[in-house]
């Protein structure tokens, strides 16, 4: 490059850097990821902790334990409600579920999700109330008005079904719908207490549901109250600090992963593809876990949900440049490690390795100072971006200030005229961020030209291996260029709401109904205080809740799934099966649905539903028999039905993983519960605060120790159901009641019984095994990404016909990329489960299964970048490429795309992969030799930007395919190889 555009760059970025606010520096010592030094030096002078220190670090944070003790606050509450005389007349025999019902509603989220968690916990238990009277009165109805004993062999059959079908129906909608967990629960609740205690109840009686009733809905609501009045969390605010957290973490990730690719030396920076993806996607899933909670809420605010919904969709698009970054830097360390192992051979030492790899660091040193005034912009642009998030809101409070709630926030004042100075900034054209930011991206697109011309002279006499580092130059150039452009488009946004949104104002909720039925559910986790937010959560990792389930991912229909459509003549739409040909009059179409139907009988959550419902009612038995009703109320046998309903789980590896915890924590209760009647010994005050002491240890442990989290749930709820119990005996002076161990005893029976039943209930008629739904899913999941490549691909293939994909095309592609990335998260929670799955027949191959869910992972990652690459190629250098060796780009992709279906098949079948077949190394290699054949790099008819992202295409591609020889090897060693010589040798 000539030596005045060096110069002019060179000034430009100390121009860039002279801007930068003087508390910039700090923002960057205090954001950017330190590398940890090799020195011995440097860790020689480090002092060691302090036994102060080490205290210290243990201890919460104000955010932890501002939830722990909102959440205690409520249970206390609960408490005193259930053992106050009073209160608890009102509520009559079933006071004591306003405390336990607390225990699953921790109110301490957002108020628009704990007002969504509470409406469909309400509504269920109200479902669950109209089925029971429907129950009530039917039973009724059935007995022998004659008889005086009102338990009797009809009504308990008719009240036997009418549990049979409740709980069948609460444990389908449970697997099905996520969201709906709160709902369940409180309808198993209401219904298991209901419906058995309504056999010893003679008339038709409607009180005895209301006594159920009244608790369930008194909890809801005084979980809101709390909520609502101690220490509200803002769901916006909310929003802006985890948006600050992720603007943050990719300014960081961006800047640091720019300098080490710049550097002609090879830093000590660790990143491969699984941390690129890590690393990326966490902060994204929780902002867009944030939206999903402003979108539930009225808020008071300049912003509305729309706005950050938009803001949200912004960010996203930062993630396939912030992974094409990423991705430059592996691949350059890639020609590090190749240019070590070429030196380490001096017999066989590659000439032409070392040529390219000098090429390309020329390449790096001619286009460093161009690339460092870009990417300095951006960070400018970012971190003012960041700075400007609290003036579209309330300003959030600090610890100080949340310590002393509710009174007035400290130092205000200083807030608005940072507020005053910002809109100034932000709305004067010769100060807007957006201005730099542009002249940056203008200044850093005329020389492009110009460095096009100079790696063309630098490239046109060297071999065609060279091209290679070529493309890795074009690859980290496109995508700090879309990063700046994903920038800008952010700067402008928050720019044009600075203009617009003069003022705080109202804004209501604008979801549909369907689309709020059918969103997935929040994350319970989301929350914080200021300067906790990331320590927060950084403990909750990729949780089943955050990632959402698909809903419609049943193994049992992945058959189903990959088949094609056909029609019949009337328009309906079949998938075509291979047995039998599309229904076409009325007879077929009745016996289609019937096994449609047949099919649905037989699916895994249709068994494990009926399972458990037919085990409820075989446990309720007693209290349908006239001869052992006394007995089973005395114990209070429902708890053991409402235990084996909630911890029944369909998957062996995760029942057997919480079976321990489950029986250790049901222990513990016990033991805590009679600690803390022997401590108090009846006395209500001394109760309530001992248990208040209790309960906020247990909450932390629950709220941020995820392996114990069941274990500090089935403490509380053991402990609860001790206390109150023993205490109603000592209060109404029952006589002959069961001192305190005793009661432990029971309760901790009652649970271990529901636990024993359930895991029972799991081998029959077979359990479902982990490890083969994994496998399973990992067949479904690359049949996806299958799906997924030969549309990104199509453009490459068939040359443009002037039209595009239609927006909501494009809305269903990302869909298609969400899904992929939720199932992989949930492959990776069975992966990890496996280990508690005993290994009856052999061990399972989890290094195998490890590598091969590694390998999706980043093939998914992949996708998403060719996808953005594709996309933004111009559309006259896109149909030059698709028109350039058509039928051989056709043999290449059938390859890889026969590859994919086969690894798909081989996994969901297990039949092994054929003996003779195109890898994808070999692919790769016959179109490359056409290909070179064809085209020369650098030809006049192409621009720079349409150079740019067929370079970036060209990359991600190659990194696929060499992800997809690791997965074929990966399923080679799973399923094997059907090699027609073994066949003859075992037929000799």
Same mark, same amino acid.
């Given at each position: 490059?000539?030596?005045?555009? =060096? ?51 243990? =201890? ?72 029971? !009277? ?11 008005? *004659? ?14 079904? !009418? ?21 369940? &629960? ?45 220490? @509200? ?46 690393? %990326? ?21 300049? #912003? ?17 440049? &912030? ?45 460093? @100072? ?36 509710? !009174? ?38 005329? =020389? ?62 604008? =979801? ?13 986790? &989301? ?38 459509? *056909? ?28 096994? &449609? ?74 033991? !805590? ?68 161990? *005793? ?16 895991? %029972? ?209 990966? #399923? ?17």
């Amino acid at each position: 490059m000539p030596n005045q555009d =060096m110069e002019m760059l060179n000034q430009q970025r100390q121009s860039t850097e002279d801007h930068v606010p003087s508390s910039e520096n700090d923002k960057k010592e205090s954001t950017t990821i330190r590398v940890p030094t090799t020195n011995a030096s440097a860790k020689s002078d480090k002092p060691p902790p302090t036994m102060f220190s080490r205290l210290k670090n243990m =201890m919460p944070t104000f955010a932890q334990s501002r939830k722990t003790i909102k959440s205690s606050i409520a249970l206390a509450l609960a408490l005193i409600i259930n053992i106050n005389p009073t209160t608890r007349g009102a509520l009559g025999d079933g006071a004591l579920l306003v405390t336990i019902v607390m225990v699953f509603y921790f109110p301490s989220k957002t108020i628009g999700v704990q007002t969504e968690a509470v409406v469909y916990g309400t509504f269920g238990a109200l479902v669950g109330a109209a089925w029971c !009277f429907l129950g009530m009165y039917l039973g009724n109805l059935a007995r022998d008005k *004659t008889n005086p004993v009102p338990v009797q062999p009809a009504c308990s059959a008719v009240l036997a079904v !009418f549990l049979f079908v409740a709980t069948f129906v609460i444990n389908y909608v449970r697997m099905k719908l996520p969201k709906a967990n709160f709902a369940c &629960i409180n309808a198993c609740i209401q219904t298991t207490m209901a419906l058995t205690q309504v056999s010893i109840i003679p008339g038709f009686y409607p009180i005895l549901i209301w006594s159920f009733m009244k608790p369930i809905a008194l909890a809801g609501g005084l979980s809101l109250a709390v909520n609502y009045f101690i220490w @509200p969390d803002d769901s916006v605010t909310n929003y802006m600090l985890v948006l600050k957290k992720t603007l943050l973490g990719c300014k960081s990730f961006v800047k640091e992963h720019s300098d080490a690719f710049l550097e002609t030396s090879l830093g000590d920076l660790e990143t491969t593809l699984p941390t690129i993806l890590s690393k %990326v996607q966490g902060d994204i899933l929780m902002l867009i876990d944030s939206k999903r909670a402003v979108q539930r809420e009225i808020i008071y605010s300049r #912003v509305s949900a729309q706005d950050l919904s938009n803001i949200t969709r912004i960010v996203k698009a930062l993630r396939p440049t &912030i992974h094409g970054i990423g991705l430059s830097w592996v691949l350059k360390k890639q020609y590090y490690a190749e240019k070590k192992d070429s030196e380490n051979k001096d017999e066989s030492k590659d000439e032409n390795l070392d040529g390219e790899f000098e090429k390309l660091l020329q390449s790096i040193q001619s286009m460093q @100072p161009a690339c460092e005034v870009l990417v300095d912009a951006s960070q400018t642009a970012i971190t003012q971006c960041v700075s400007s998030l609290d003036h579209f809101h309330r300003f959030v409070r600090t610890t100080l200030n949340s310590i002393l709630w509710p !009174f007035p926030r400290f130092f205000y004042s200083g807030n608005i005229e940072a507020r005053k100075q910002q809109h100034i900034e932000m709305t004067t054209p010769s100060t807007c961020p957006s201005e730099k930011l542009q002249q940056a991206i203008n200044q850093f697109d005329e =020389m492009a030209g110009d460095r096009l011309e100079y790696f063309k002279s630098l490239y046109r006499n060297g071999s065609s291996s060279e091209h290679r580092s070529l493309y890795l130059i074009y690859l980290y150039q496109y995508n700090i260029r879309e990063n700046a452009l994903c920038t800008l488009q952010l700067i402008k946004y928050m720019e044009e709401l600075e203009k617009t949104r003069p003022g705080r104002r109202l804004w209501f909720p604008h =979801m549909s109904i369907r689309k709020w039925f059918k969103s997935p559910e929040v994350d319970a986790n &989301i929350g914080g205080d200021a300067n906790n937010y990331g320590e927060m959560n950084q403990q909750q990792g990729m949780t089943l809740v955050r990632t959402a389930t698909r809903q419609d991912m049943n193994t049992n229909n992945a058959s189903t799934e990959k088949r094609s459509i *056909t029609k019949t003549v009337g328009g309906r739409v079949y998938m075509r099966d291979a047995d039998v040909e599309a229904p076409v009059t009325l007879r077929e179409r009745f016996f289609y649905r019937t096994q &449609i139907v047949s099919e649905w009988l037989f699916e895994t959550d249709t068994v494990f539903a009926f399972k458990t419902a037919v085990g409820v009612v075989l446990g309720a038995i007693p209290c349908y028999m006239a001869s052992q009703v006394s007995w089973y109320f005395a114990w209070h046998g429902q708890w053991a039905l409402i235990t084996l309903v909630l911890w029944m789980t369909p998957m062996t590896g995760m029942f057997n993983f919480t079976l321990l915890l489950k029986v250790i924590g049901t222990i513990l209760g016990g033991v !805590f519960g009679i600690v803390v009647w022997e401590i108090t010994q009846g006395n209500p005050y001394a109760l309530v605060v001992v248990c208040f002491i209790v309960f906020l240890p247990l909450y932390h442990v629950f709220f941020y120790g995820n392996t114990l989290r069941i274990v500090a749930l089935m403490i509380k709820v053991t402990m609860l159901l001790i206390v109150v119990y023993e205490y109603d005996f000592k209060r109404y002076g029952t006589t002959n009641y069961d001192p305190v161990w *005793t009661l432990a005893g029971k309760r901790v029976l009652l649970v271990l019984i529901g636990i024993i039943a359930s895991s %029972v209930l799991m081998i029959i008629p077979y359990p479902v095994i982990g490890r083969v739904e994994l496998r399973k899913r990992l067949s479904q999941t690359i049949y996806d990404i299958e799906r997924s490549y030969s549309i990104v691909n199509a453009s490459v293939i068939c040359a443009s016909n002037g039209k595009s994909r239609t927006e909501a095309q494009e809305k269903s592609f990302r869909q298609l990329s969400l899904d992929i990335r939720r199932q992989i998260e949930d492959e990776r929670m069975f992966l990890l489960l496996s280990v508690f799955e005993p290994p009856l027949r052999g061990k399972f191959p989890k290094d195998t299964y490890a590598k091969l869910l590694g390998s999706v992972d980043n093939m998914a990652g992949l996708i998403q970048g060719m996808s953005h690459s594709v996309r933004n190629v111009d559309p006259v250098w896109r149909n030059i490429v698709a028109n350039t060796l058509i039928q051989e780009r056709k043999d290449y992709l059938t390859a890889i795309m026969t590859t994919l279906k086969l690894t798909s098949s081989a996994l969901a079948t297990k039949l092994p992969l054929p003996p003779y077949m195109i890898s994808p190394d070999e692919a790769r290699r016959r179109f490359k030799t056409a290909l070179e054949q064809k085209i020369q790099n650098g030809a006049p008819e192409v621009s720079p930007e349409a150079f740019s992202g067929y370079s970036a295409y060209i990359l991600n591609s190659n990194t696929f395919l060499e992800e997809l020889q690791t997965l074929l090897k990966a #399923v080679e060693d799973l399923v094997g190889i059907d090699d027609p010589n073994e066949w003859l040798r075992s037929r000799a």
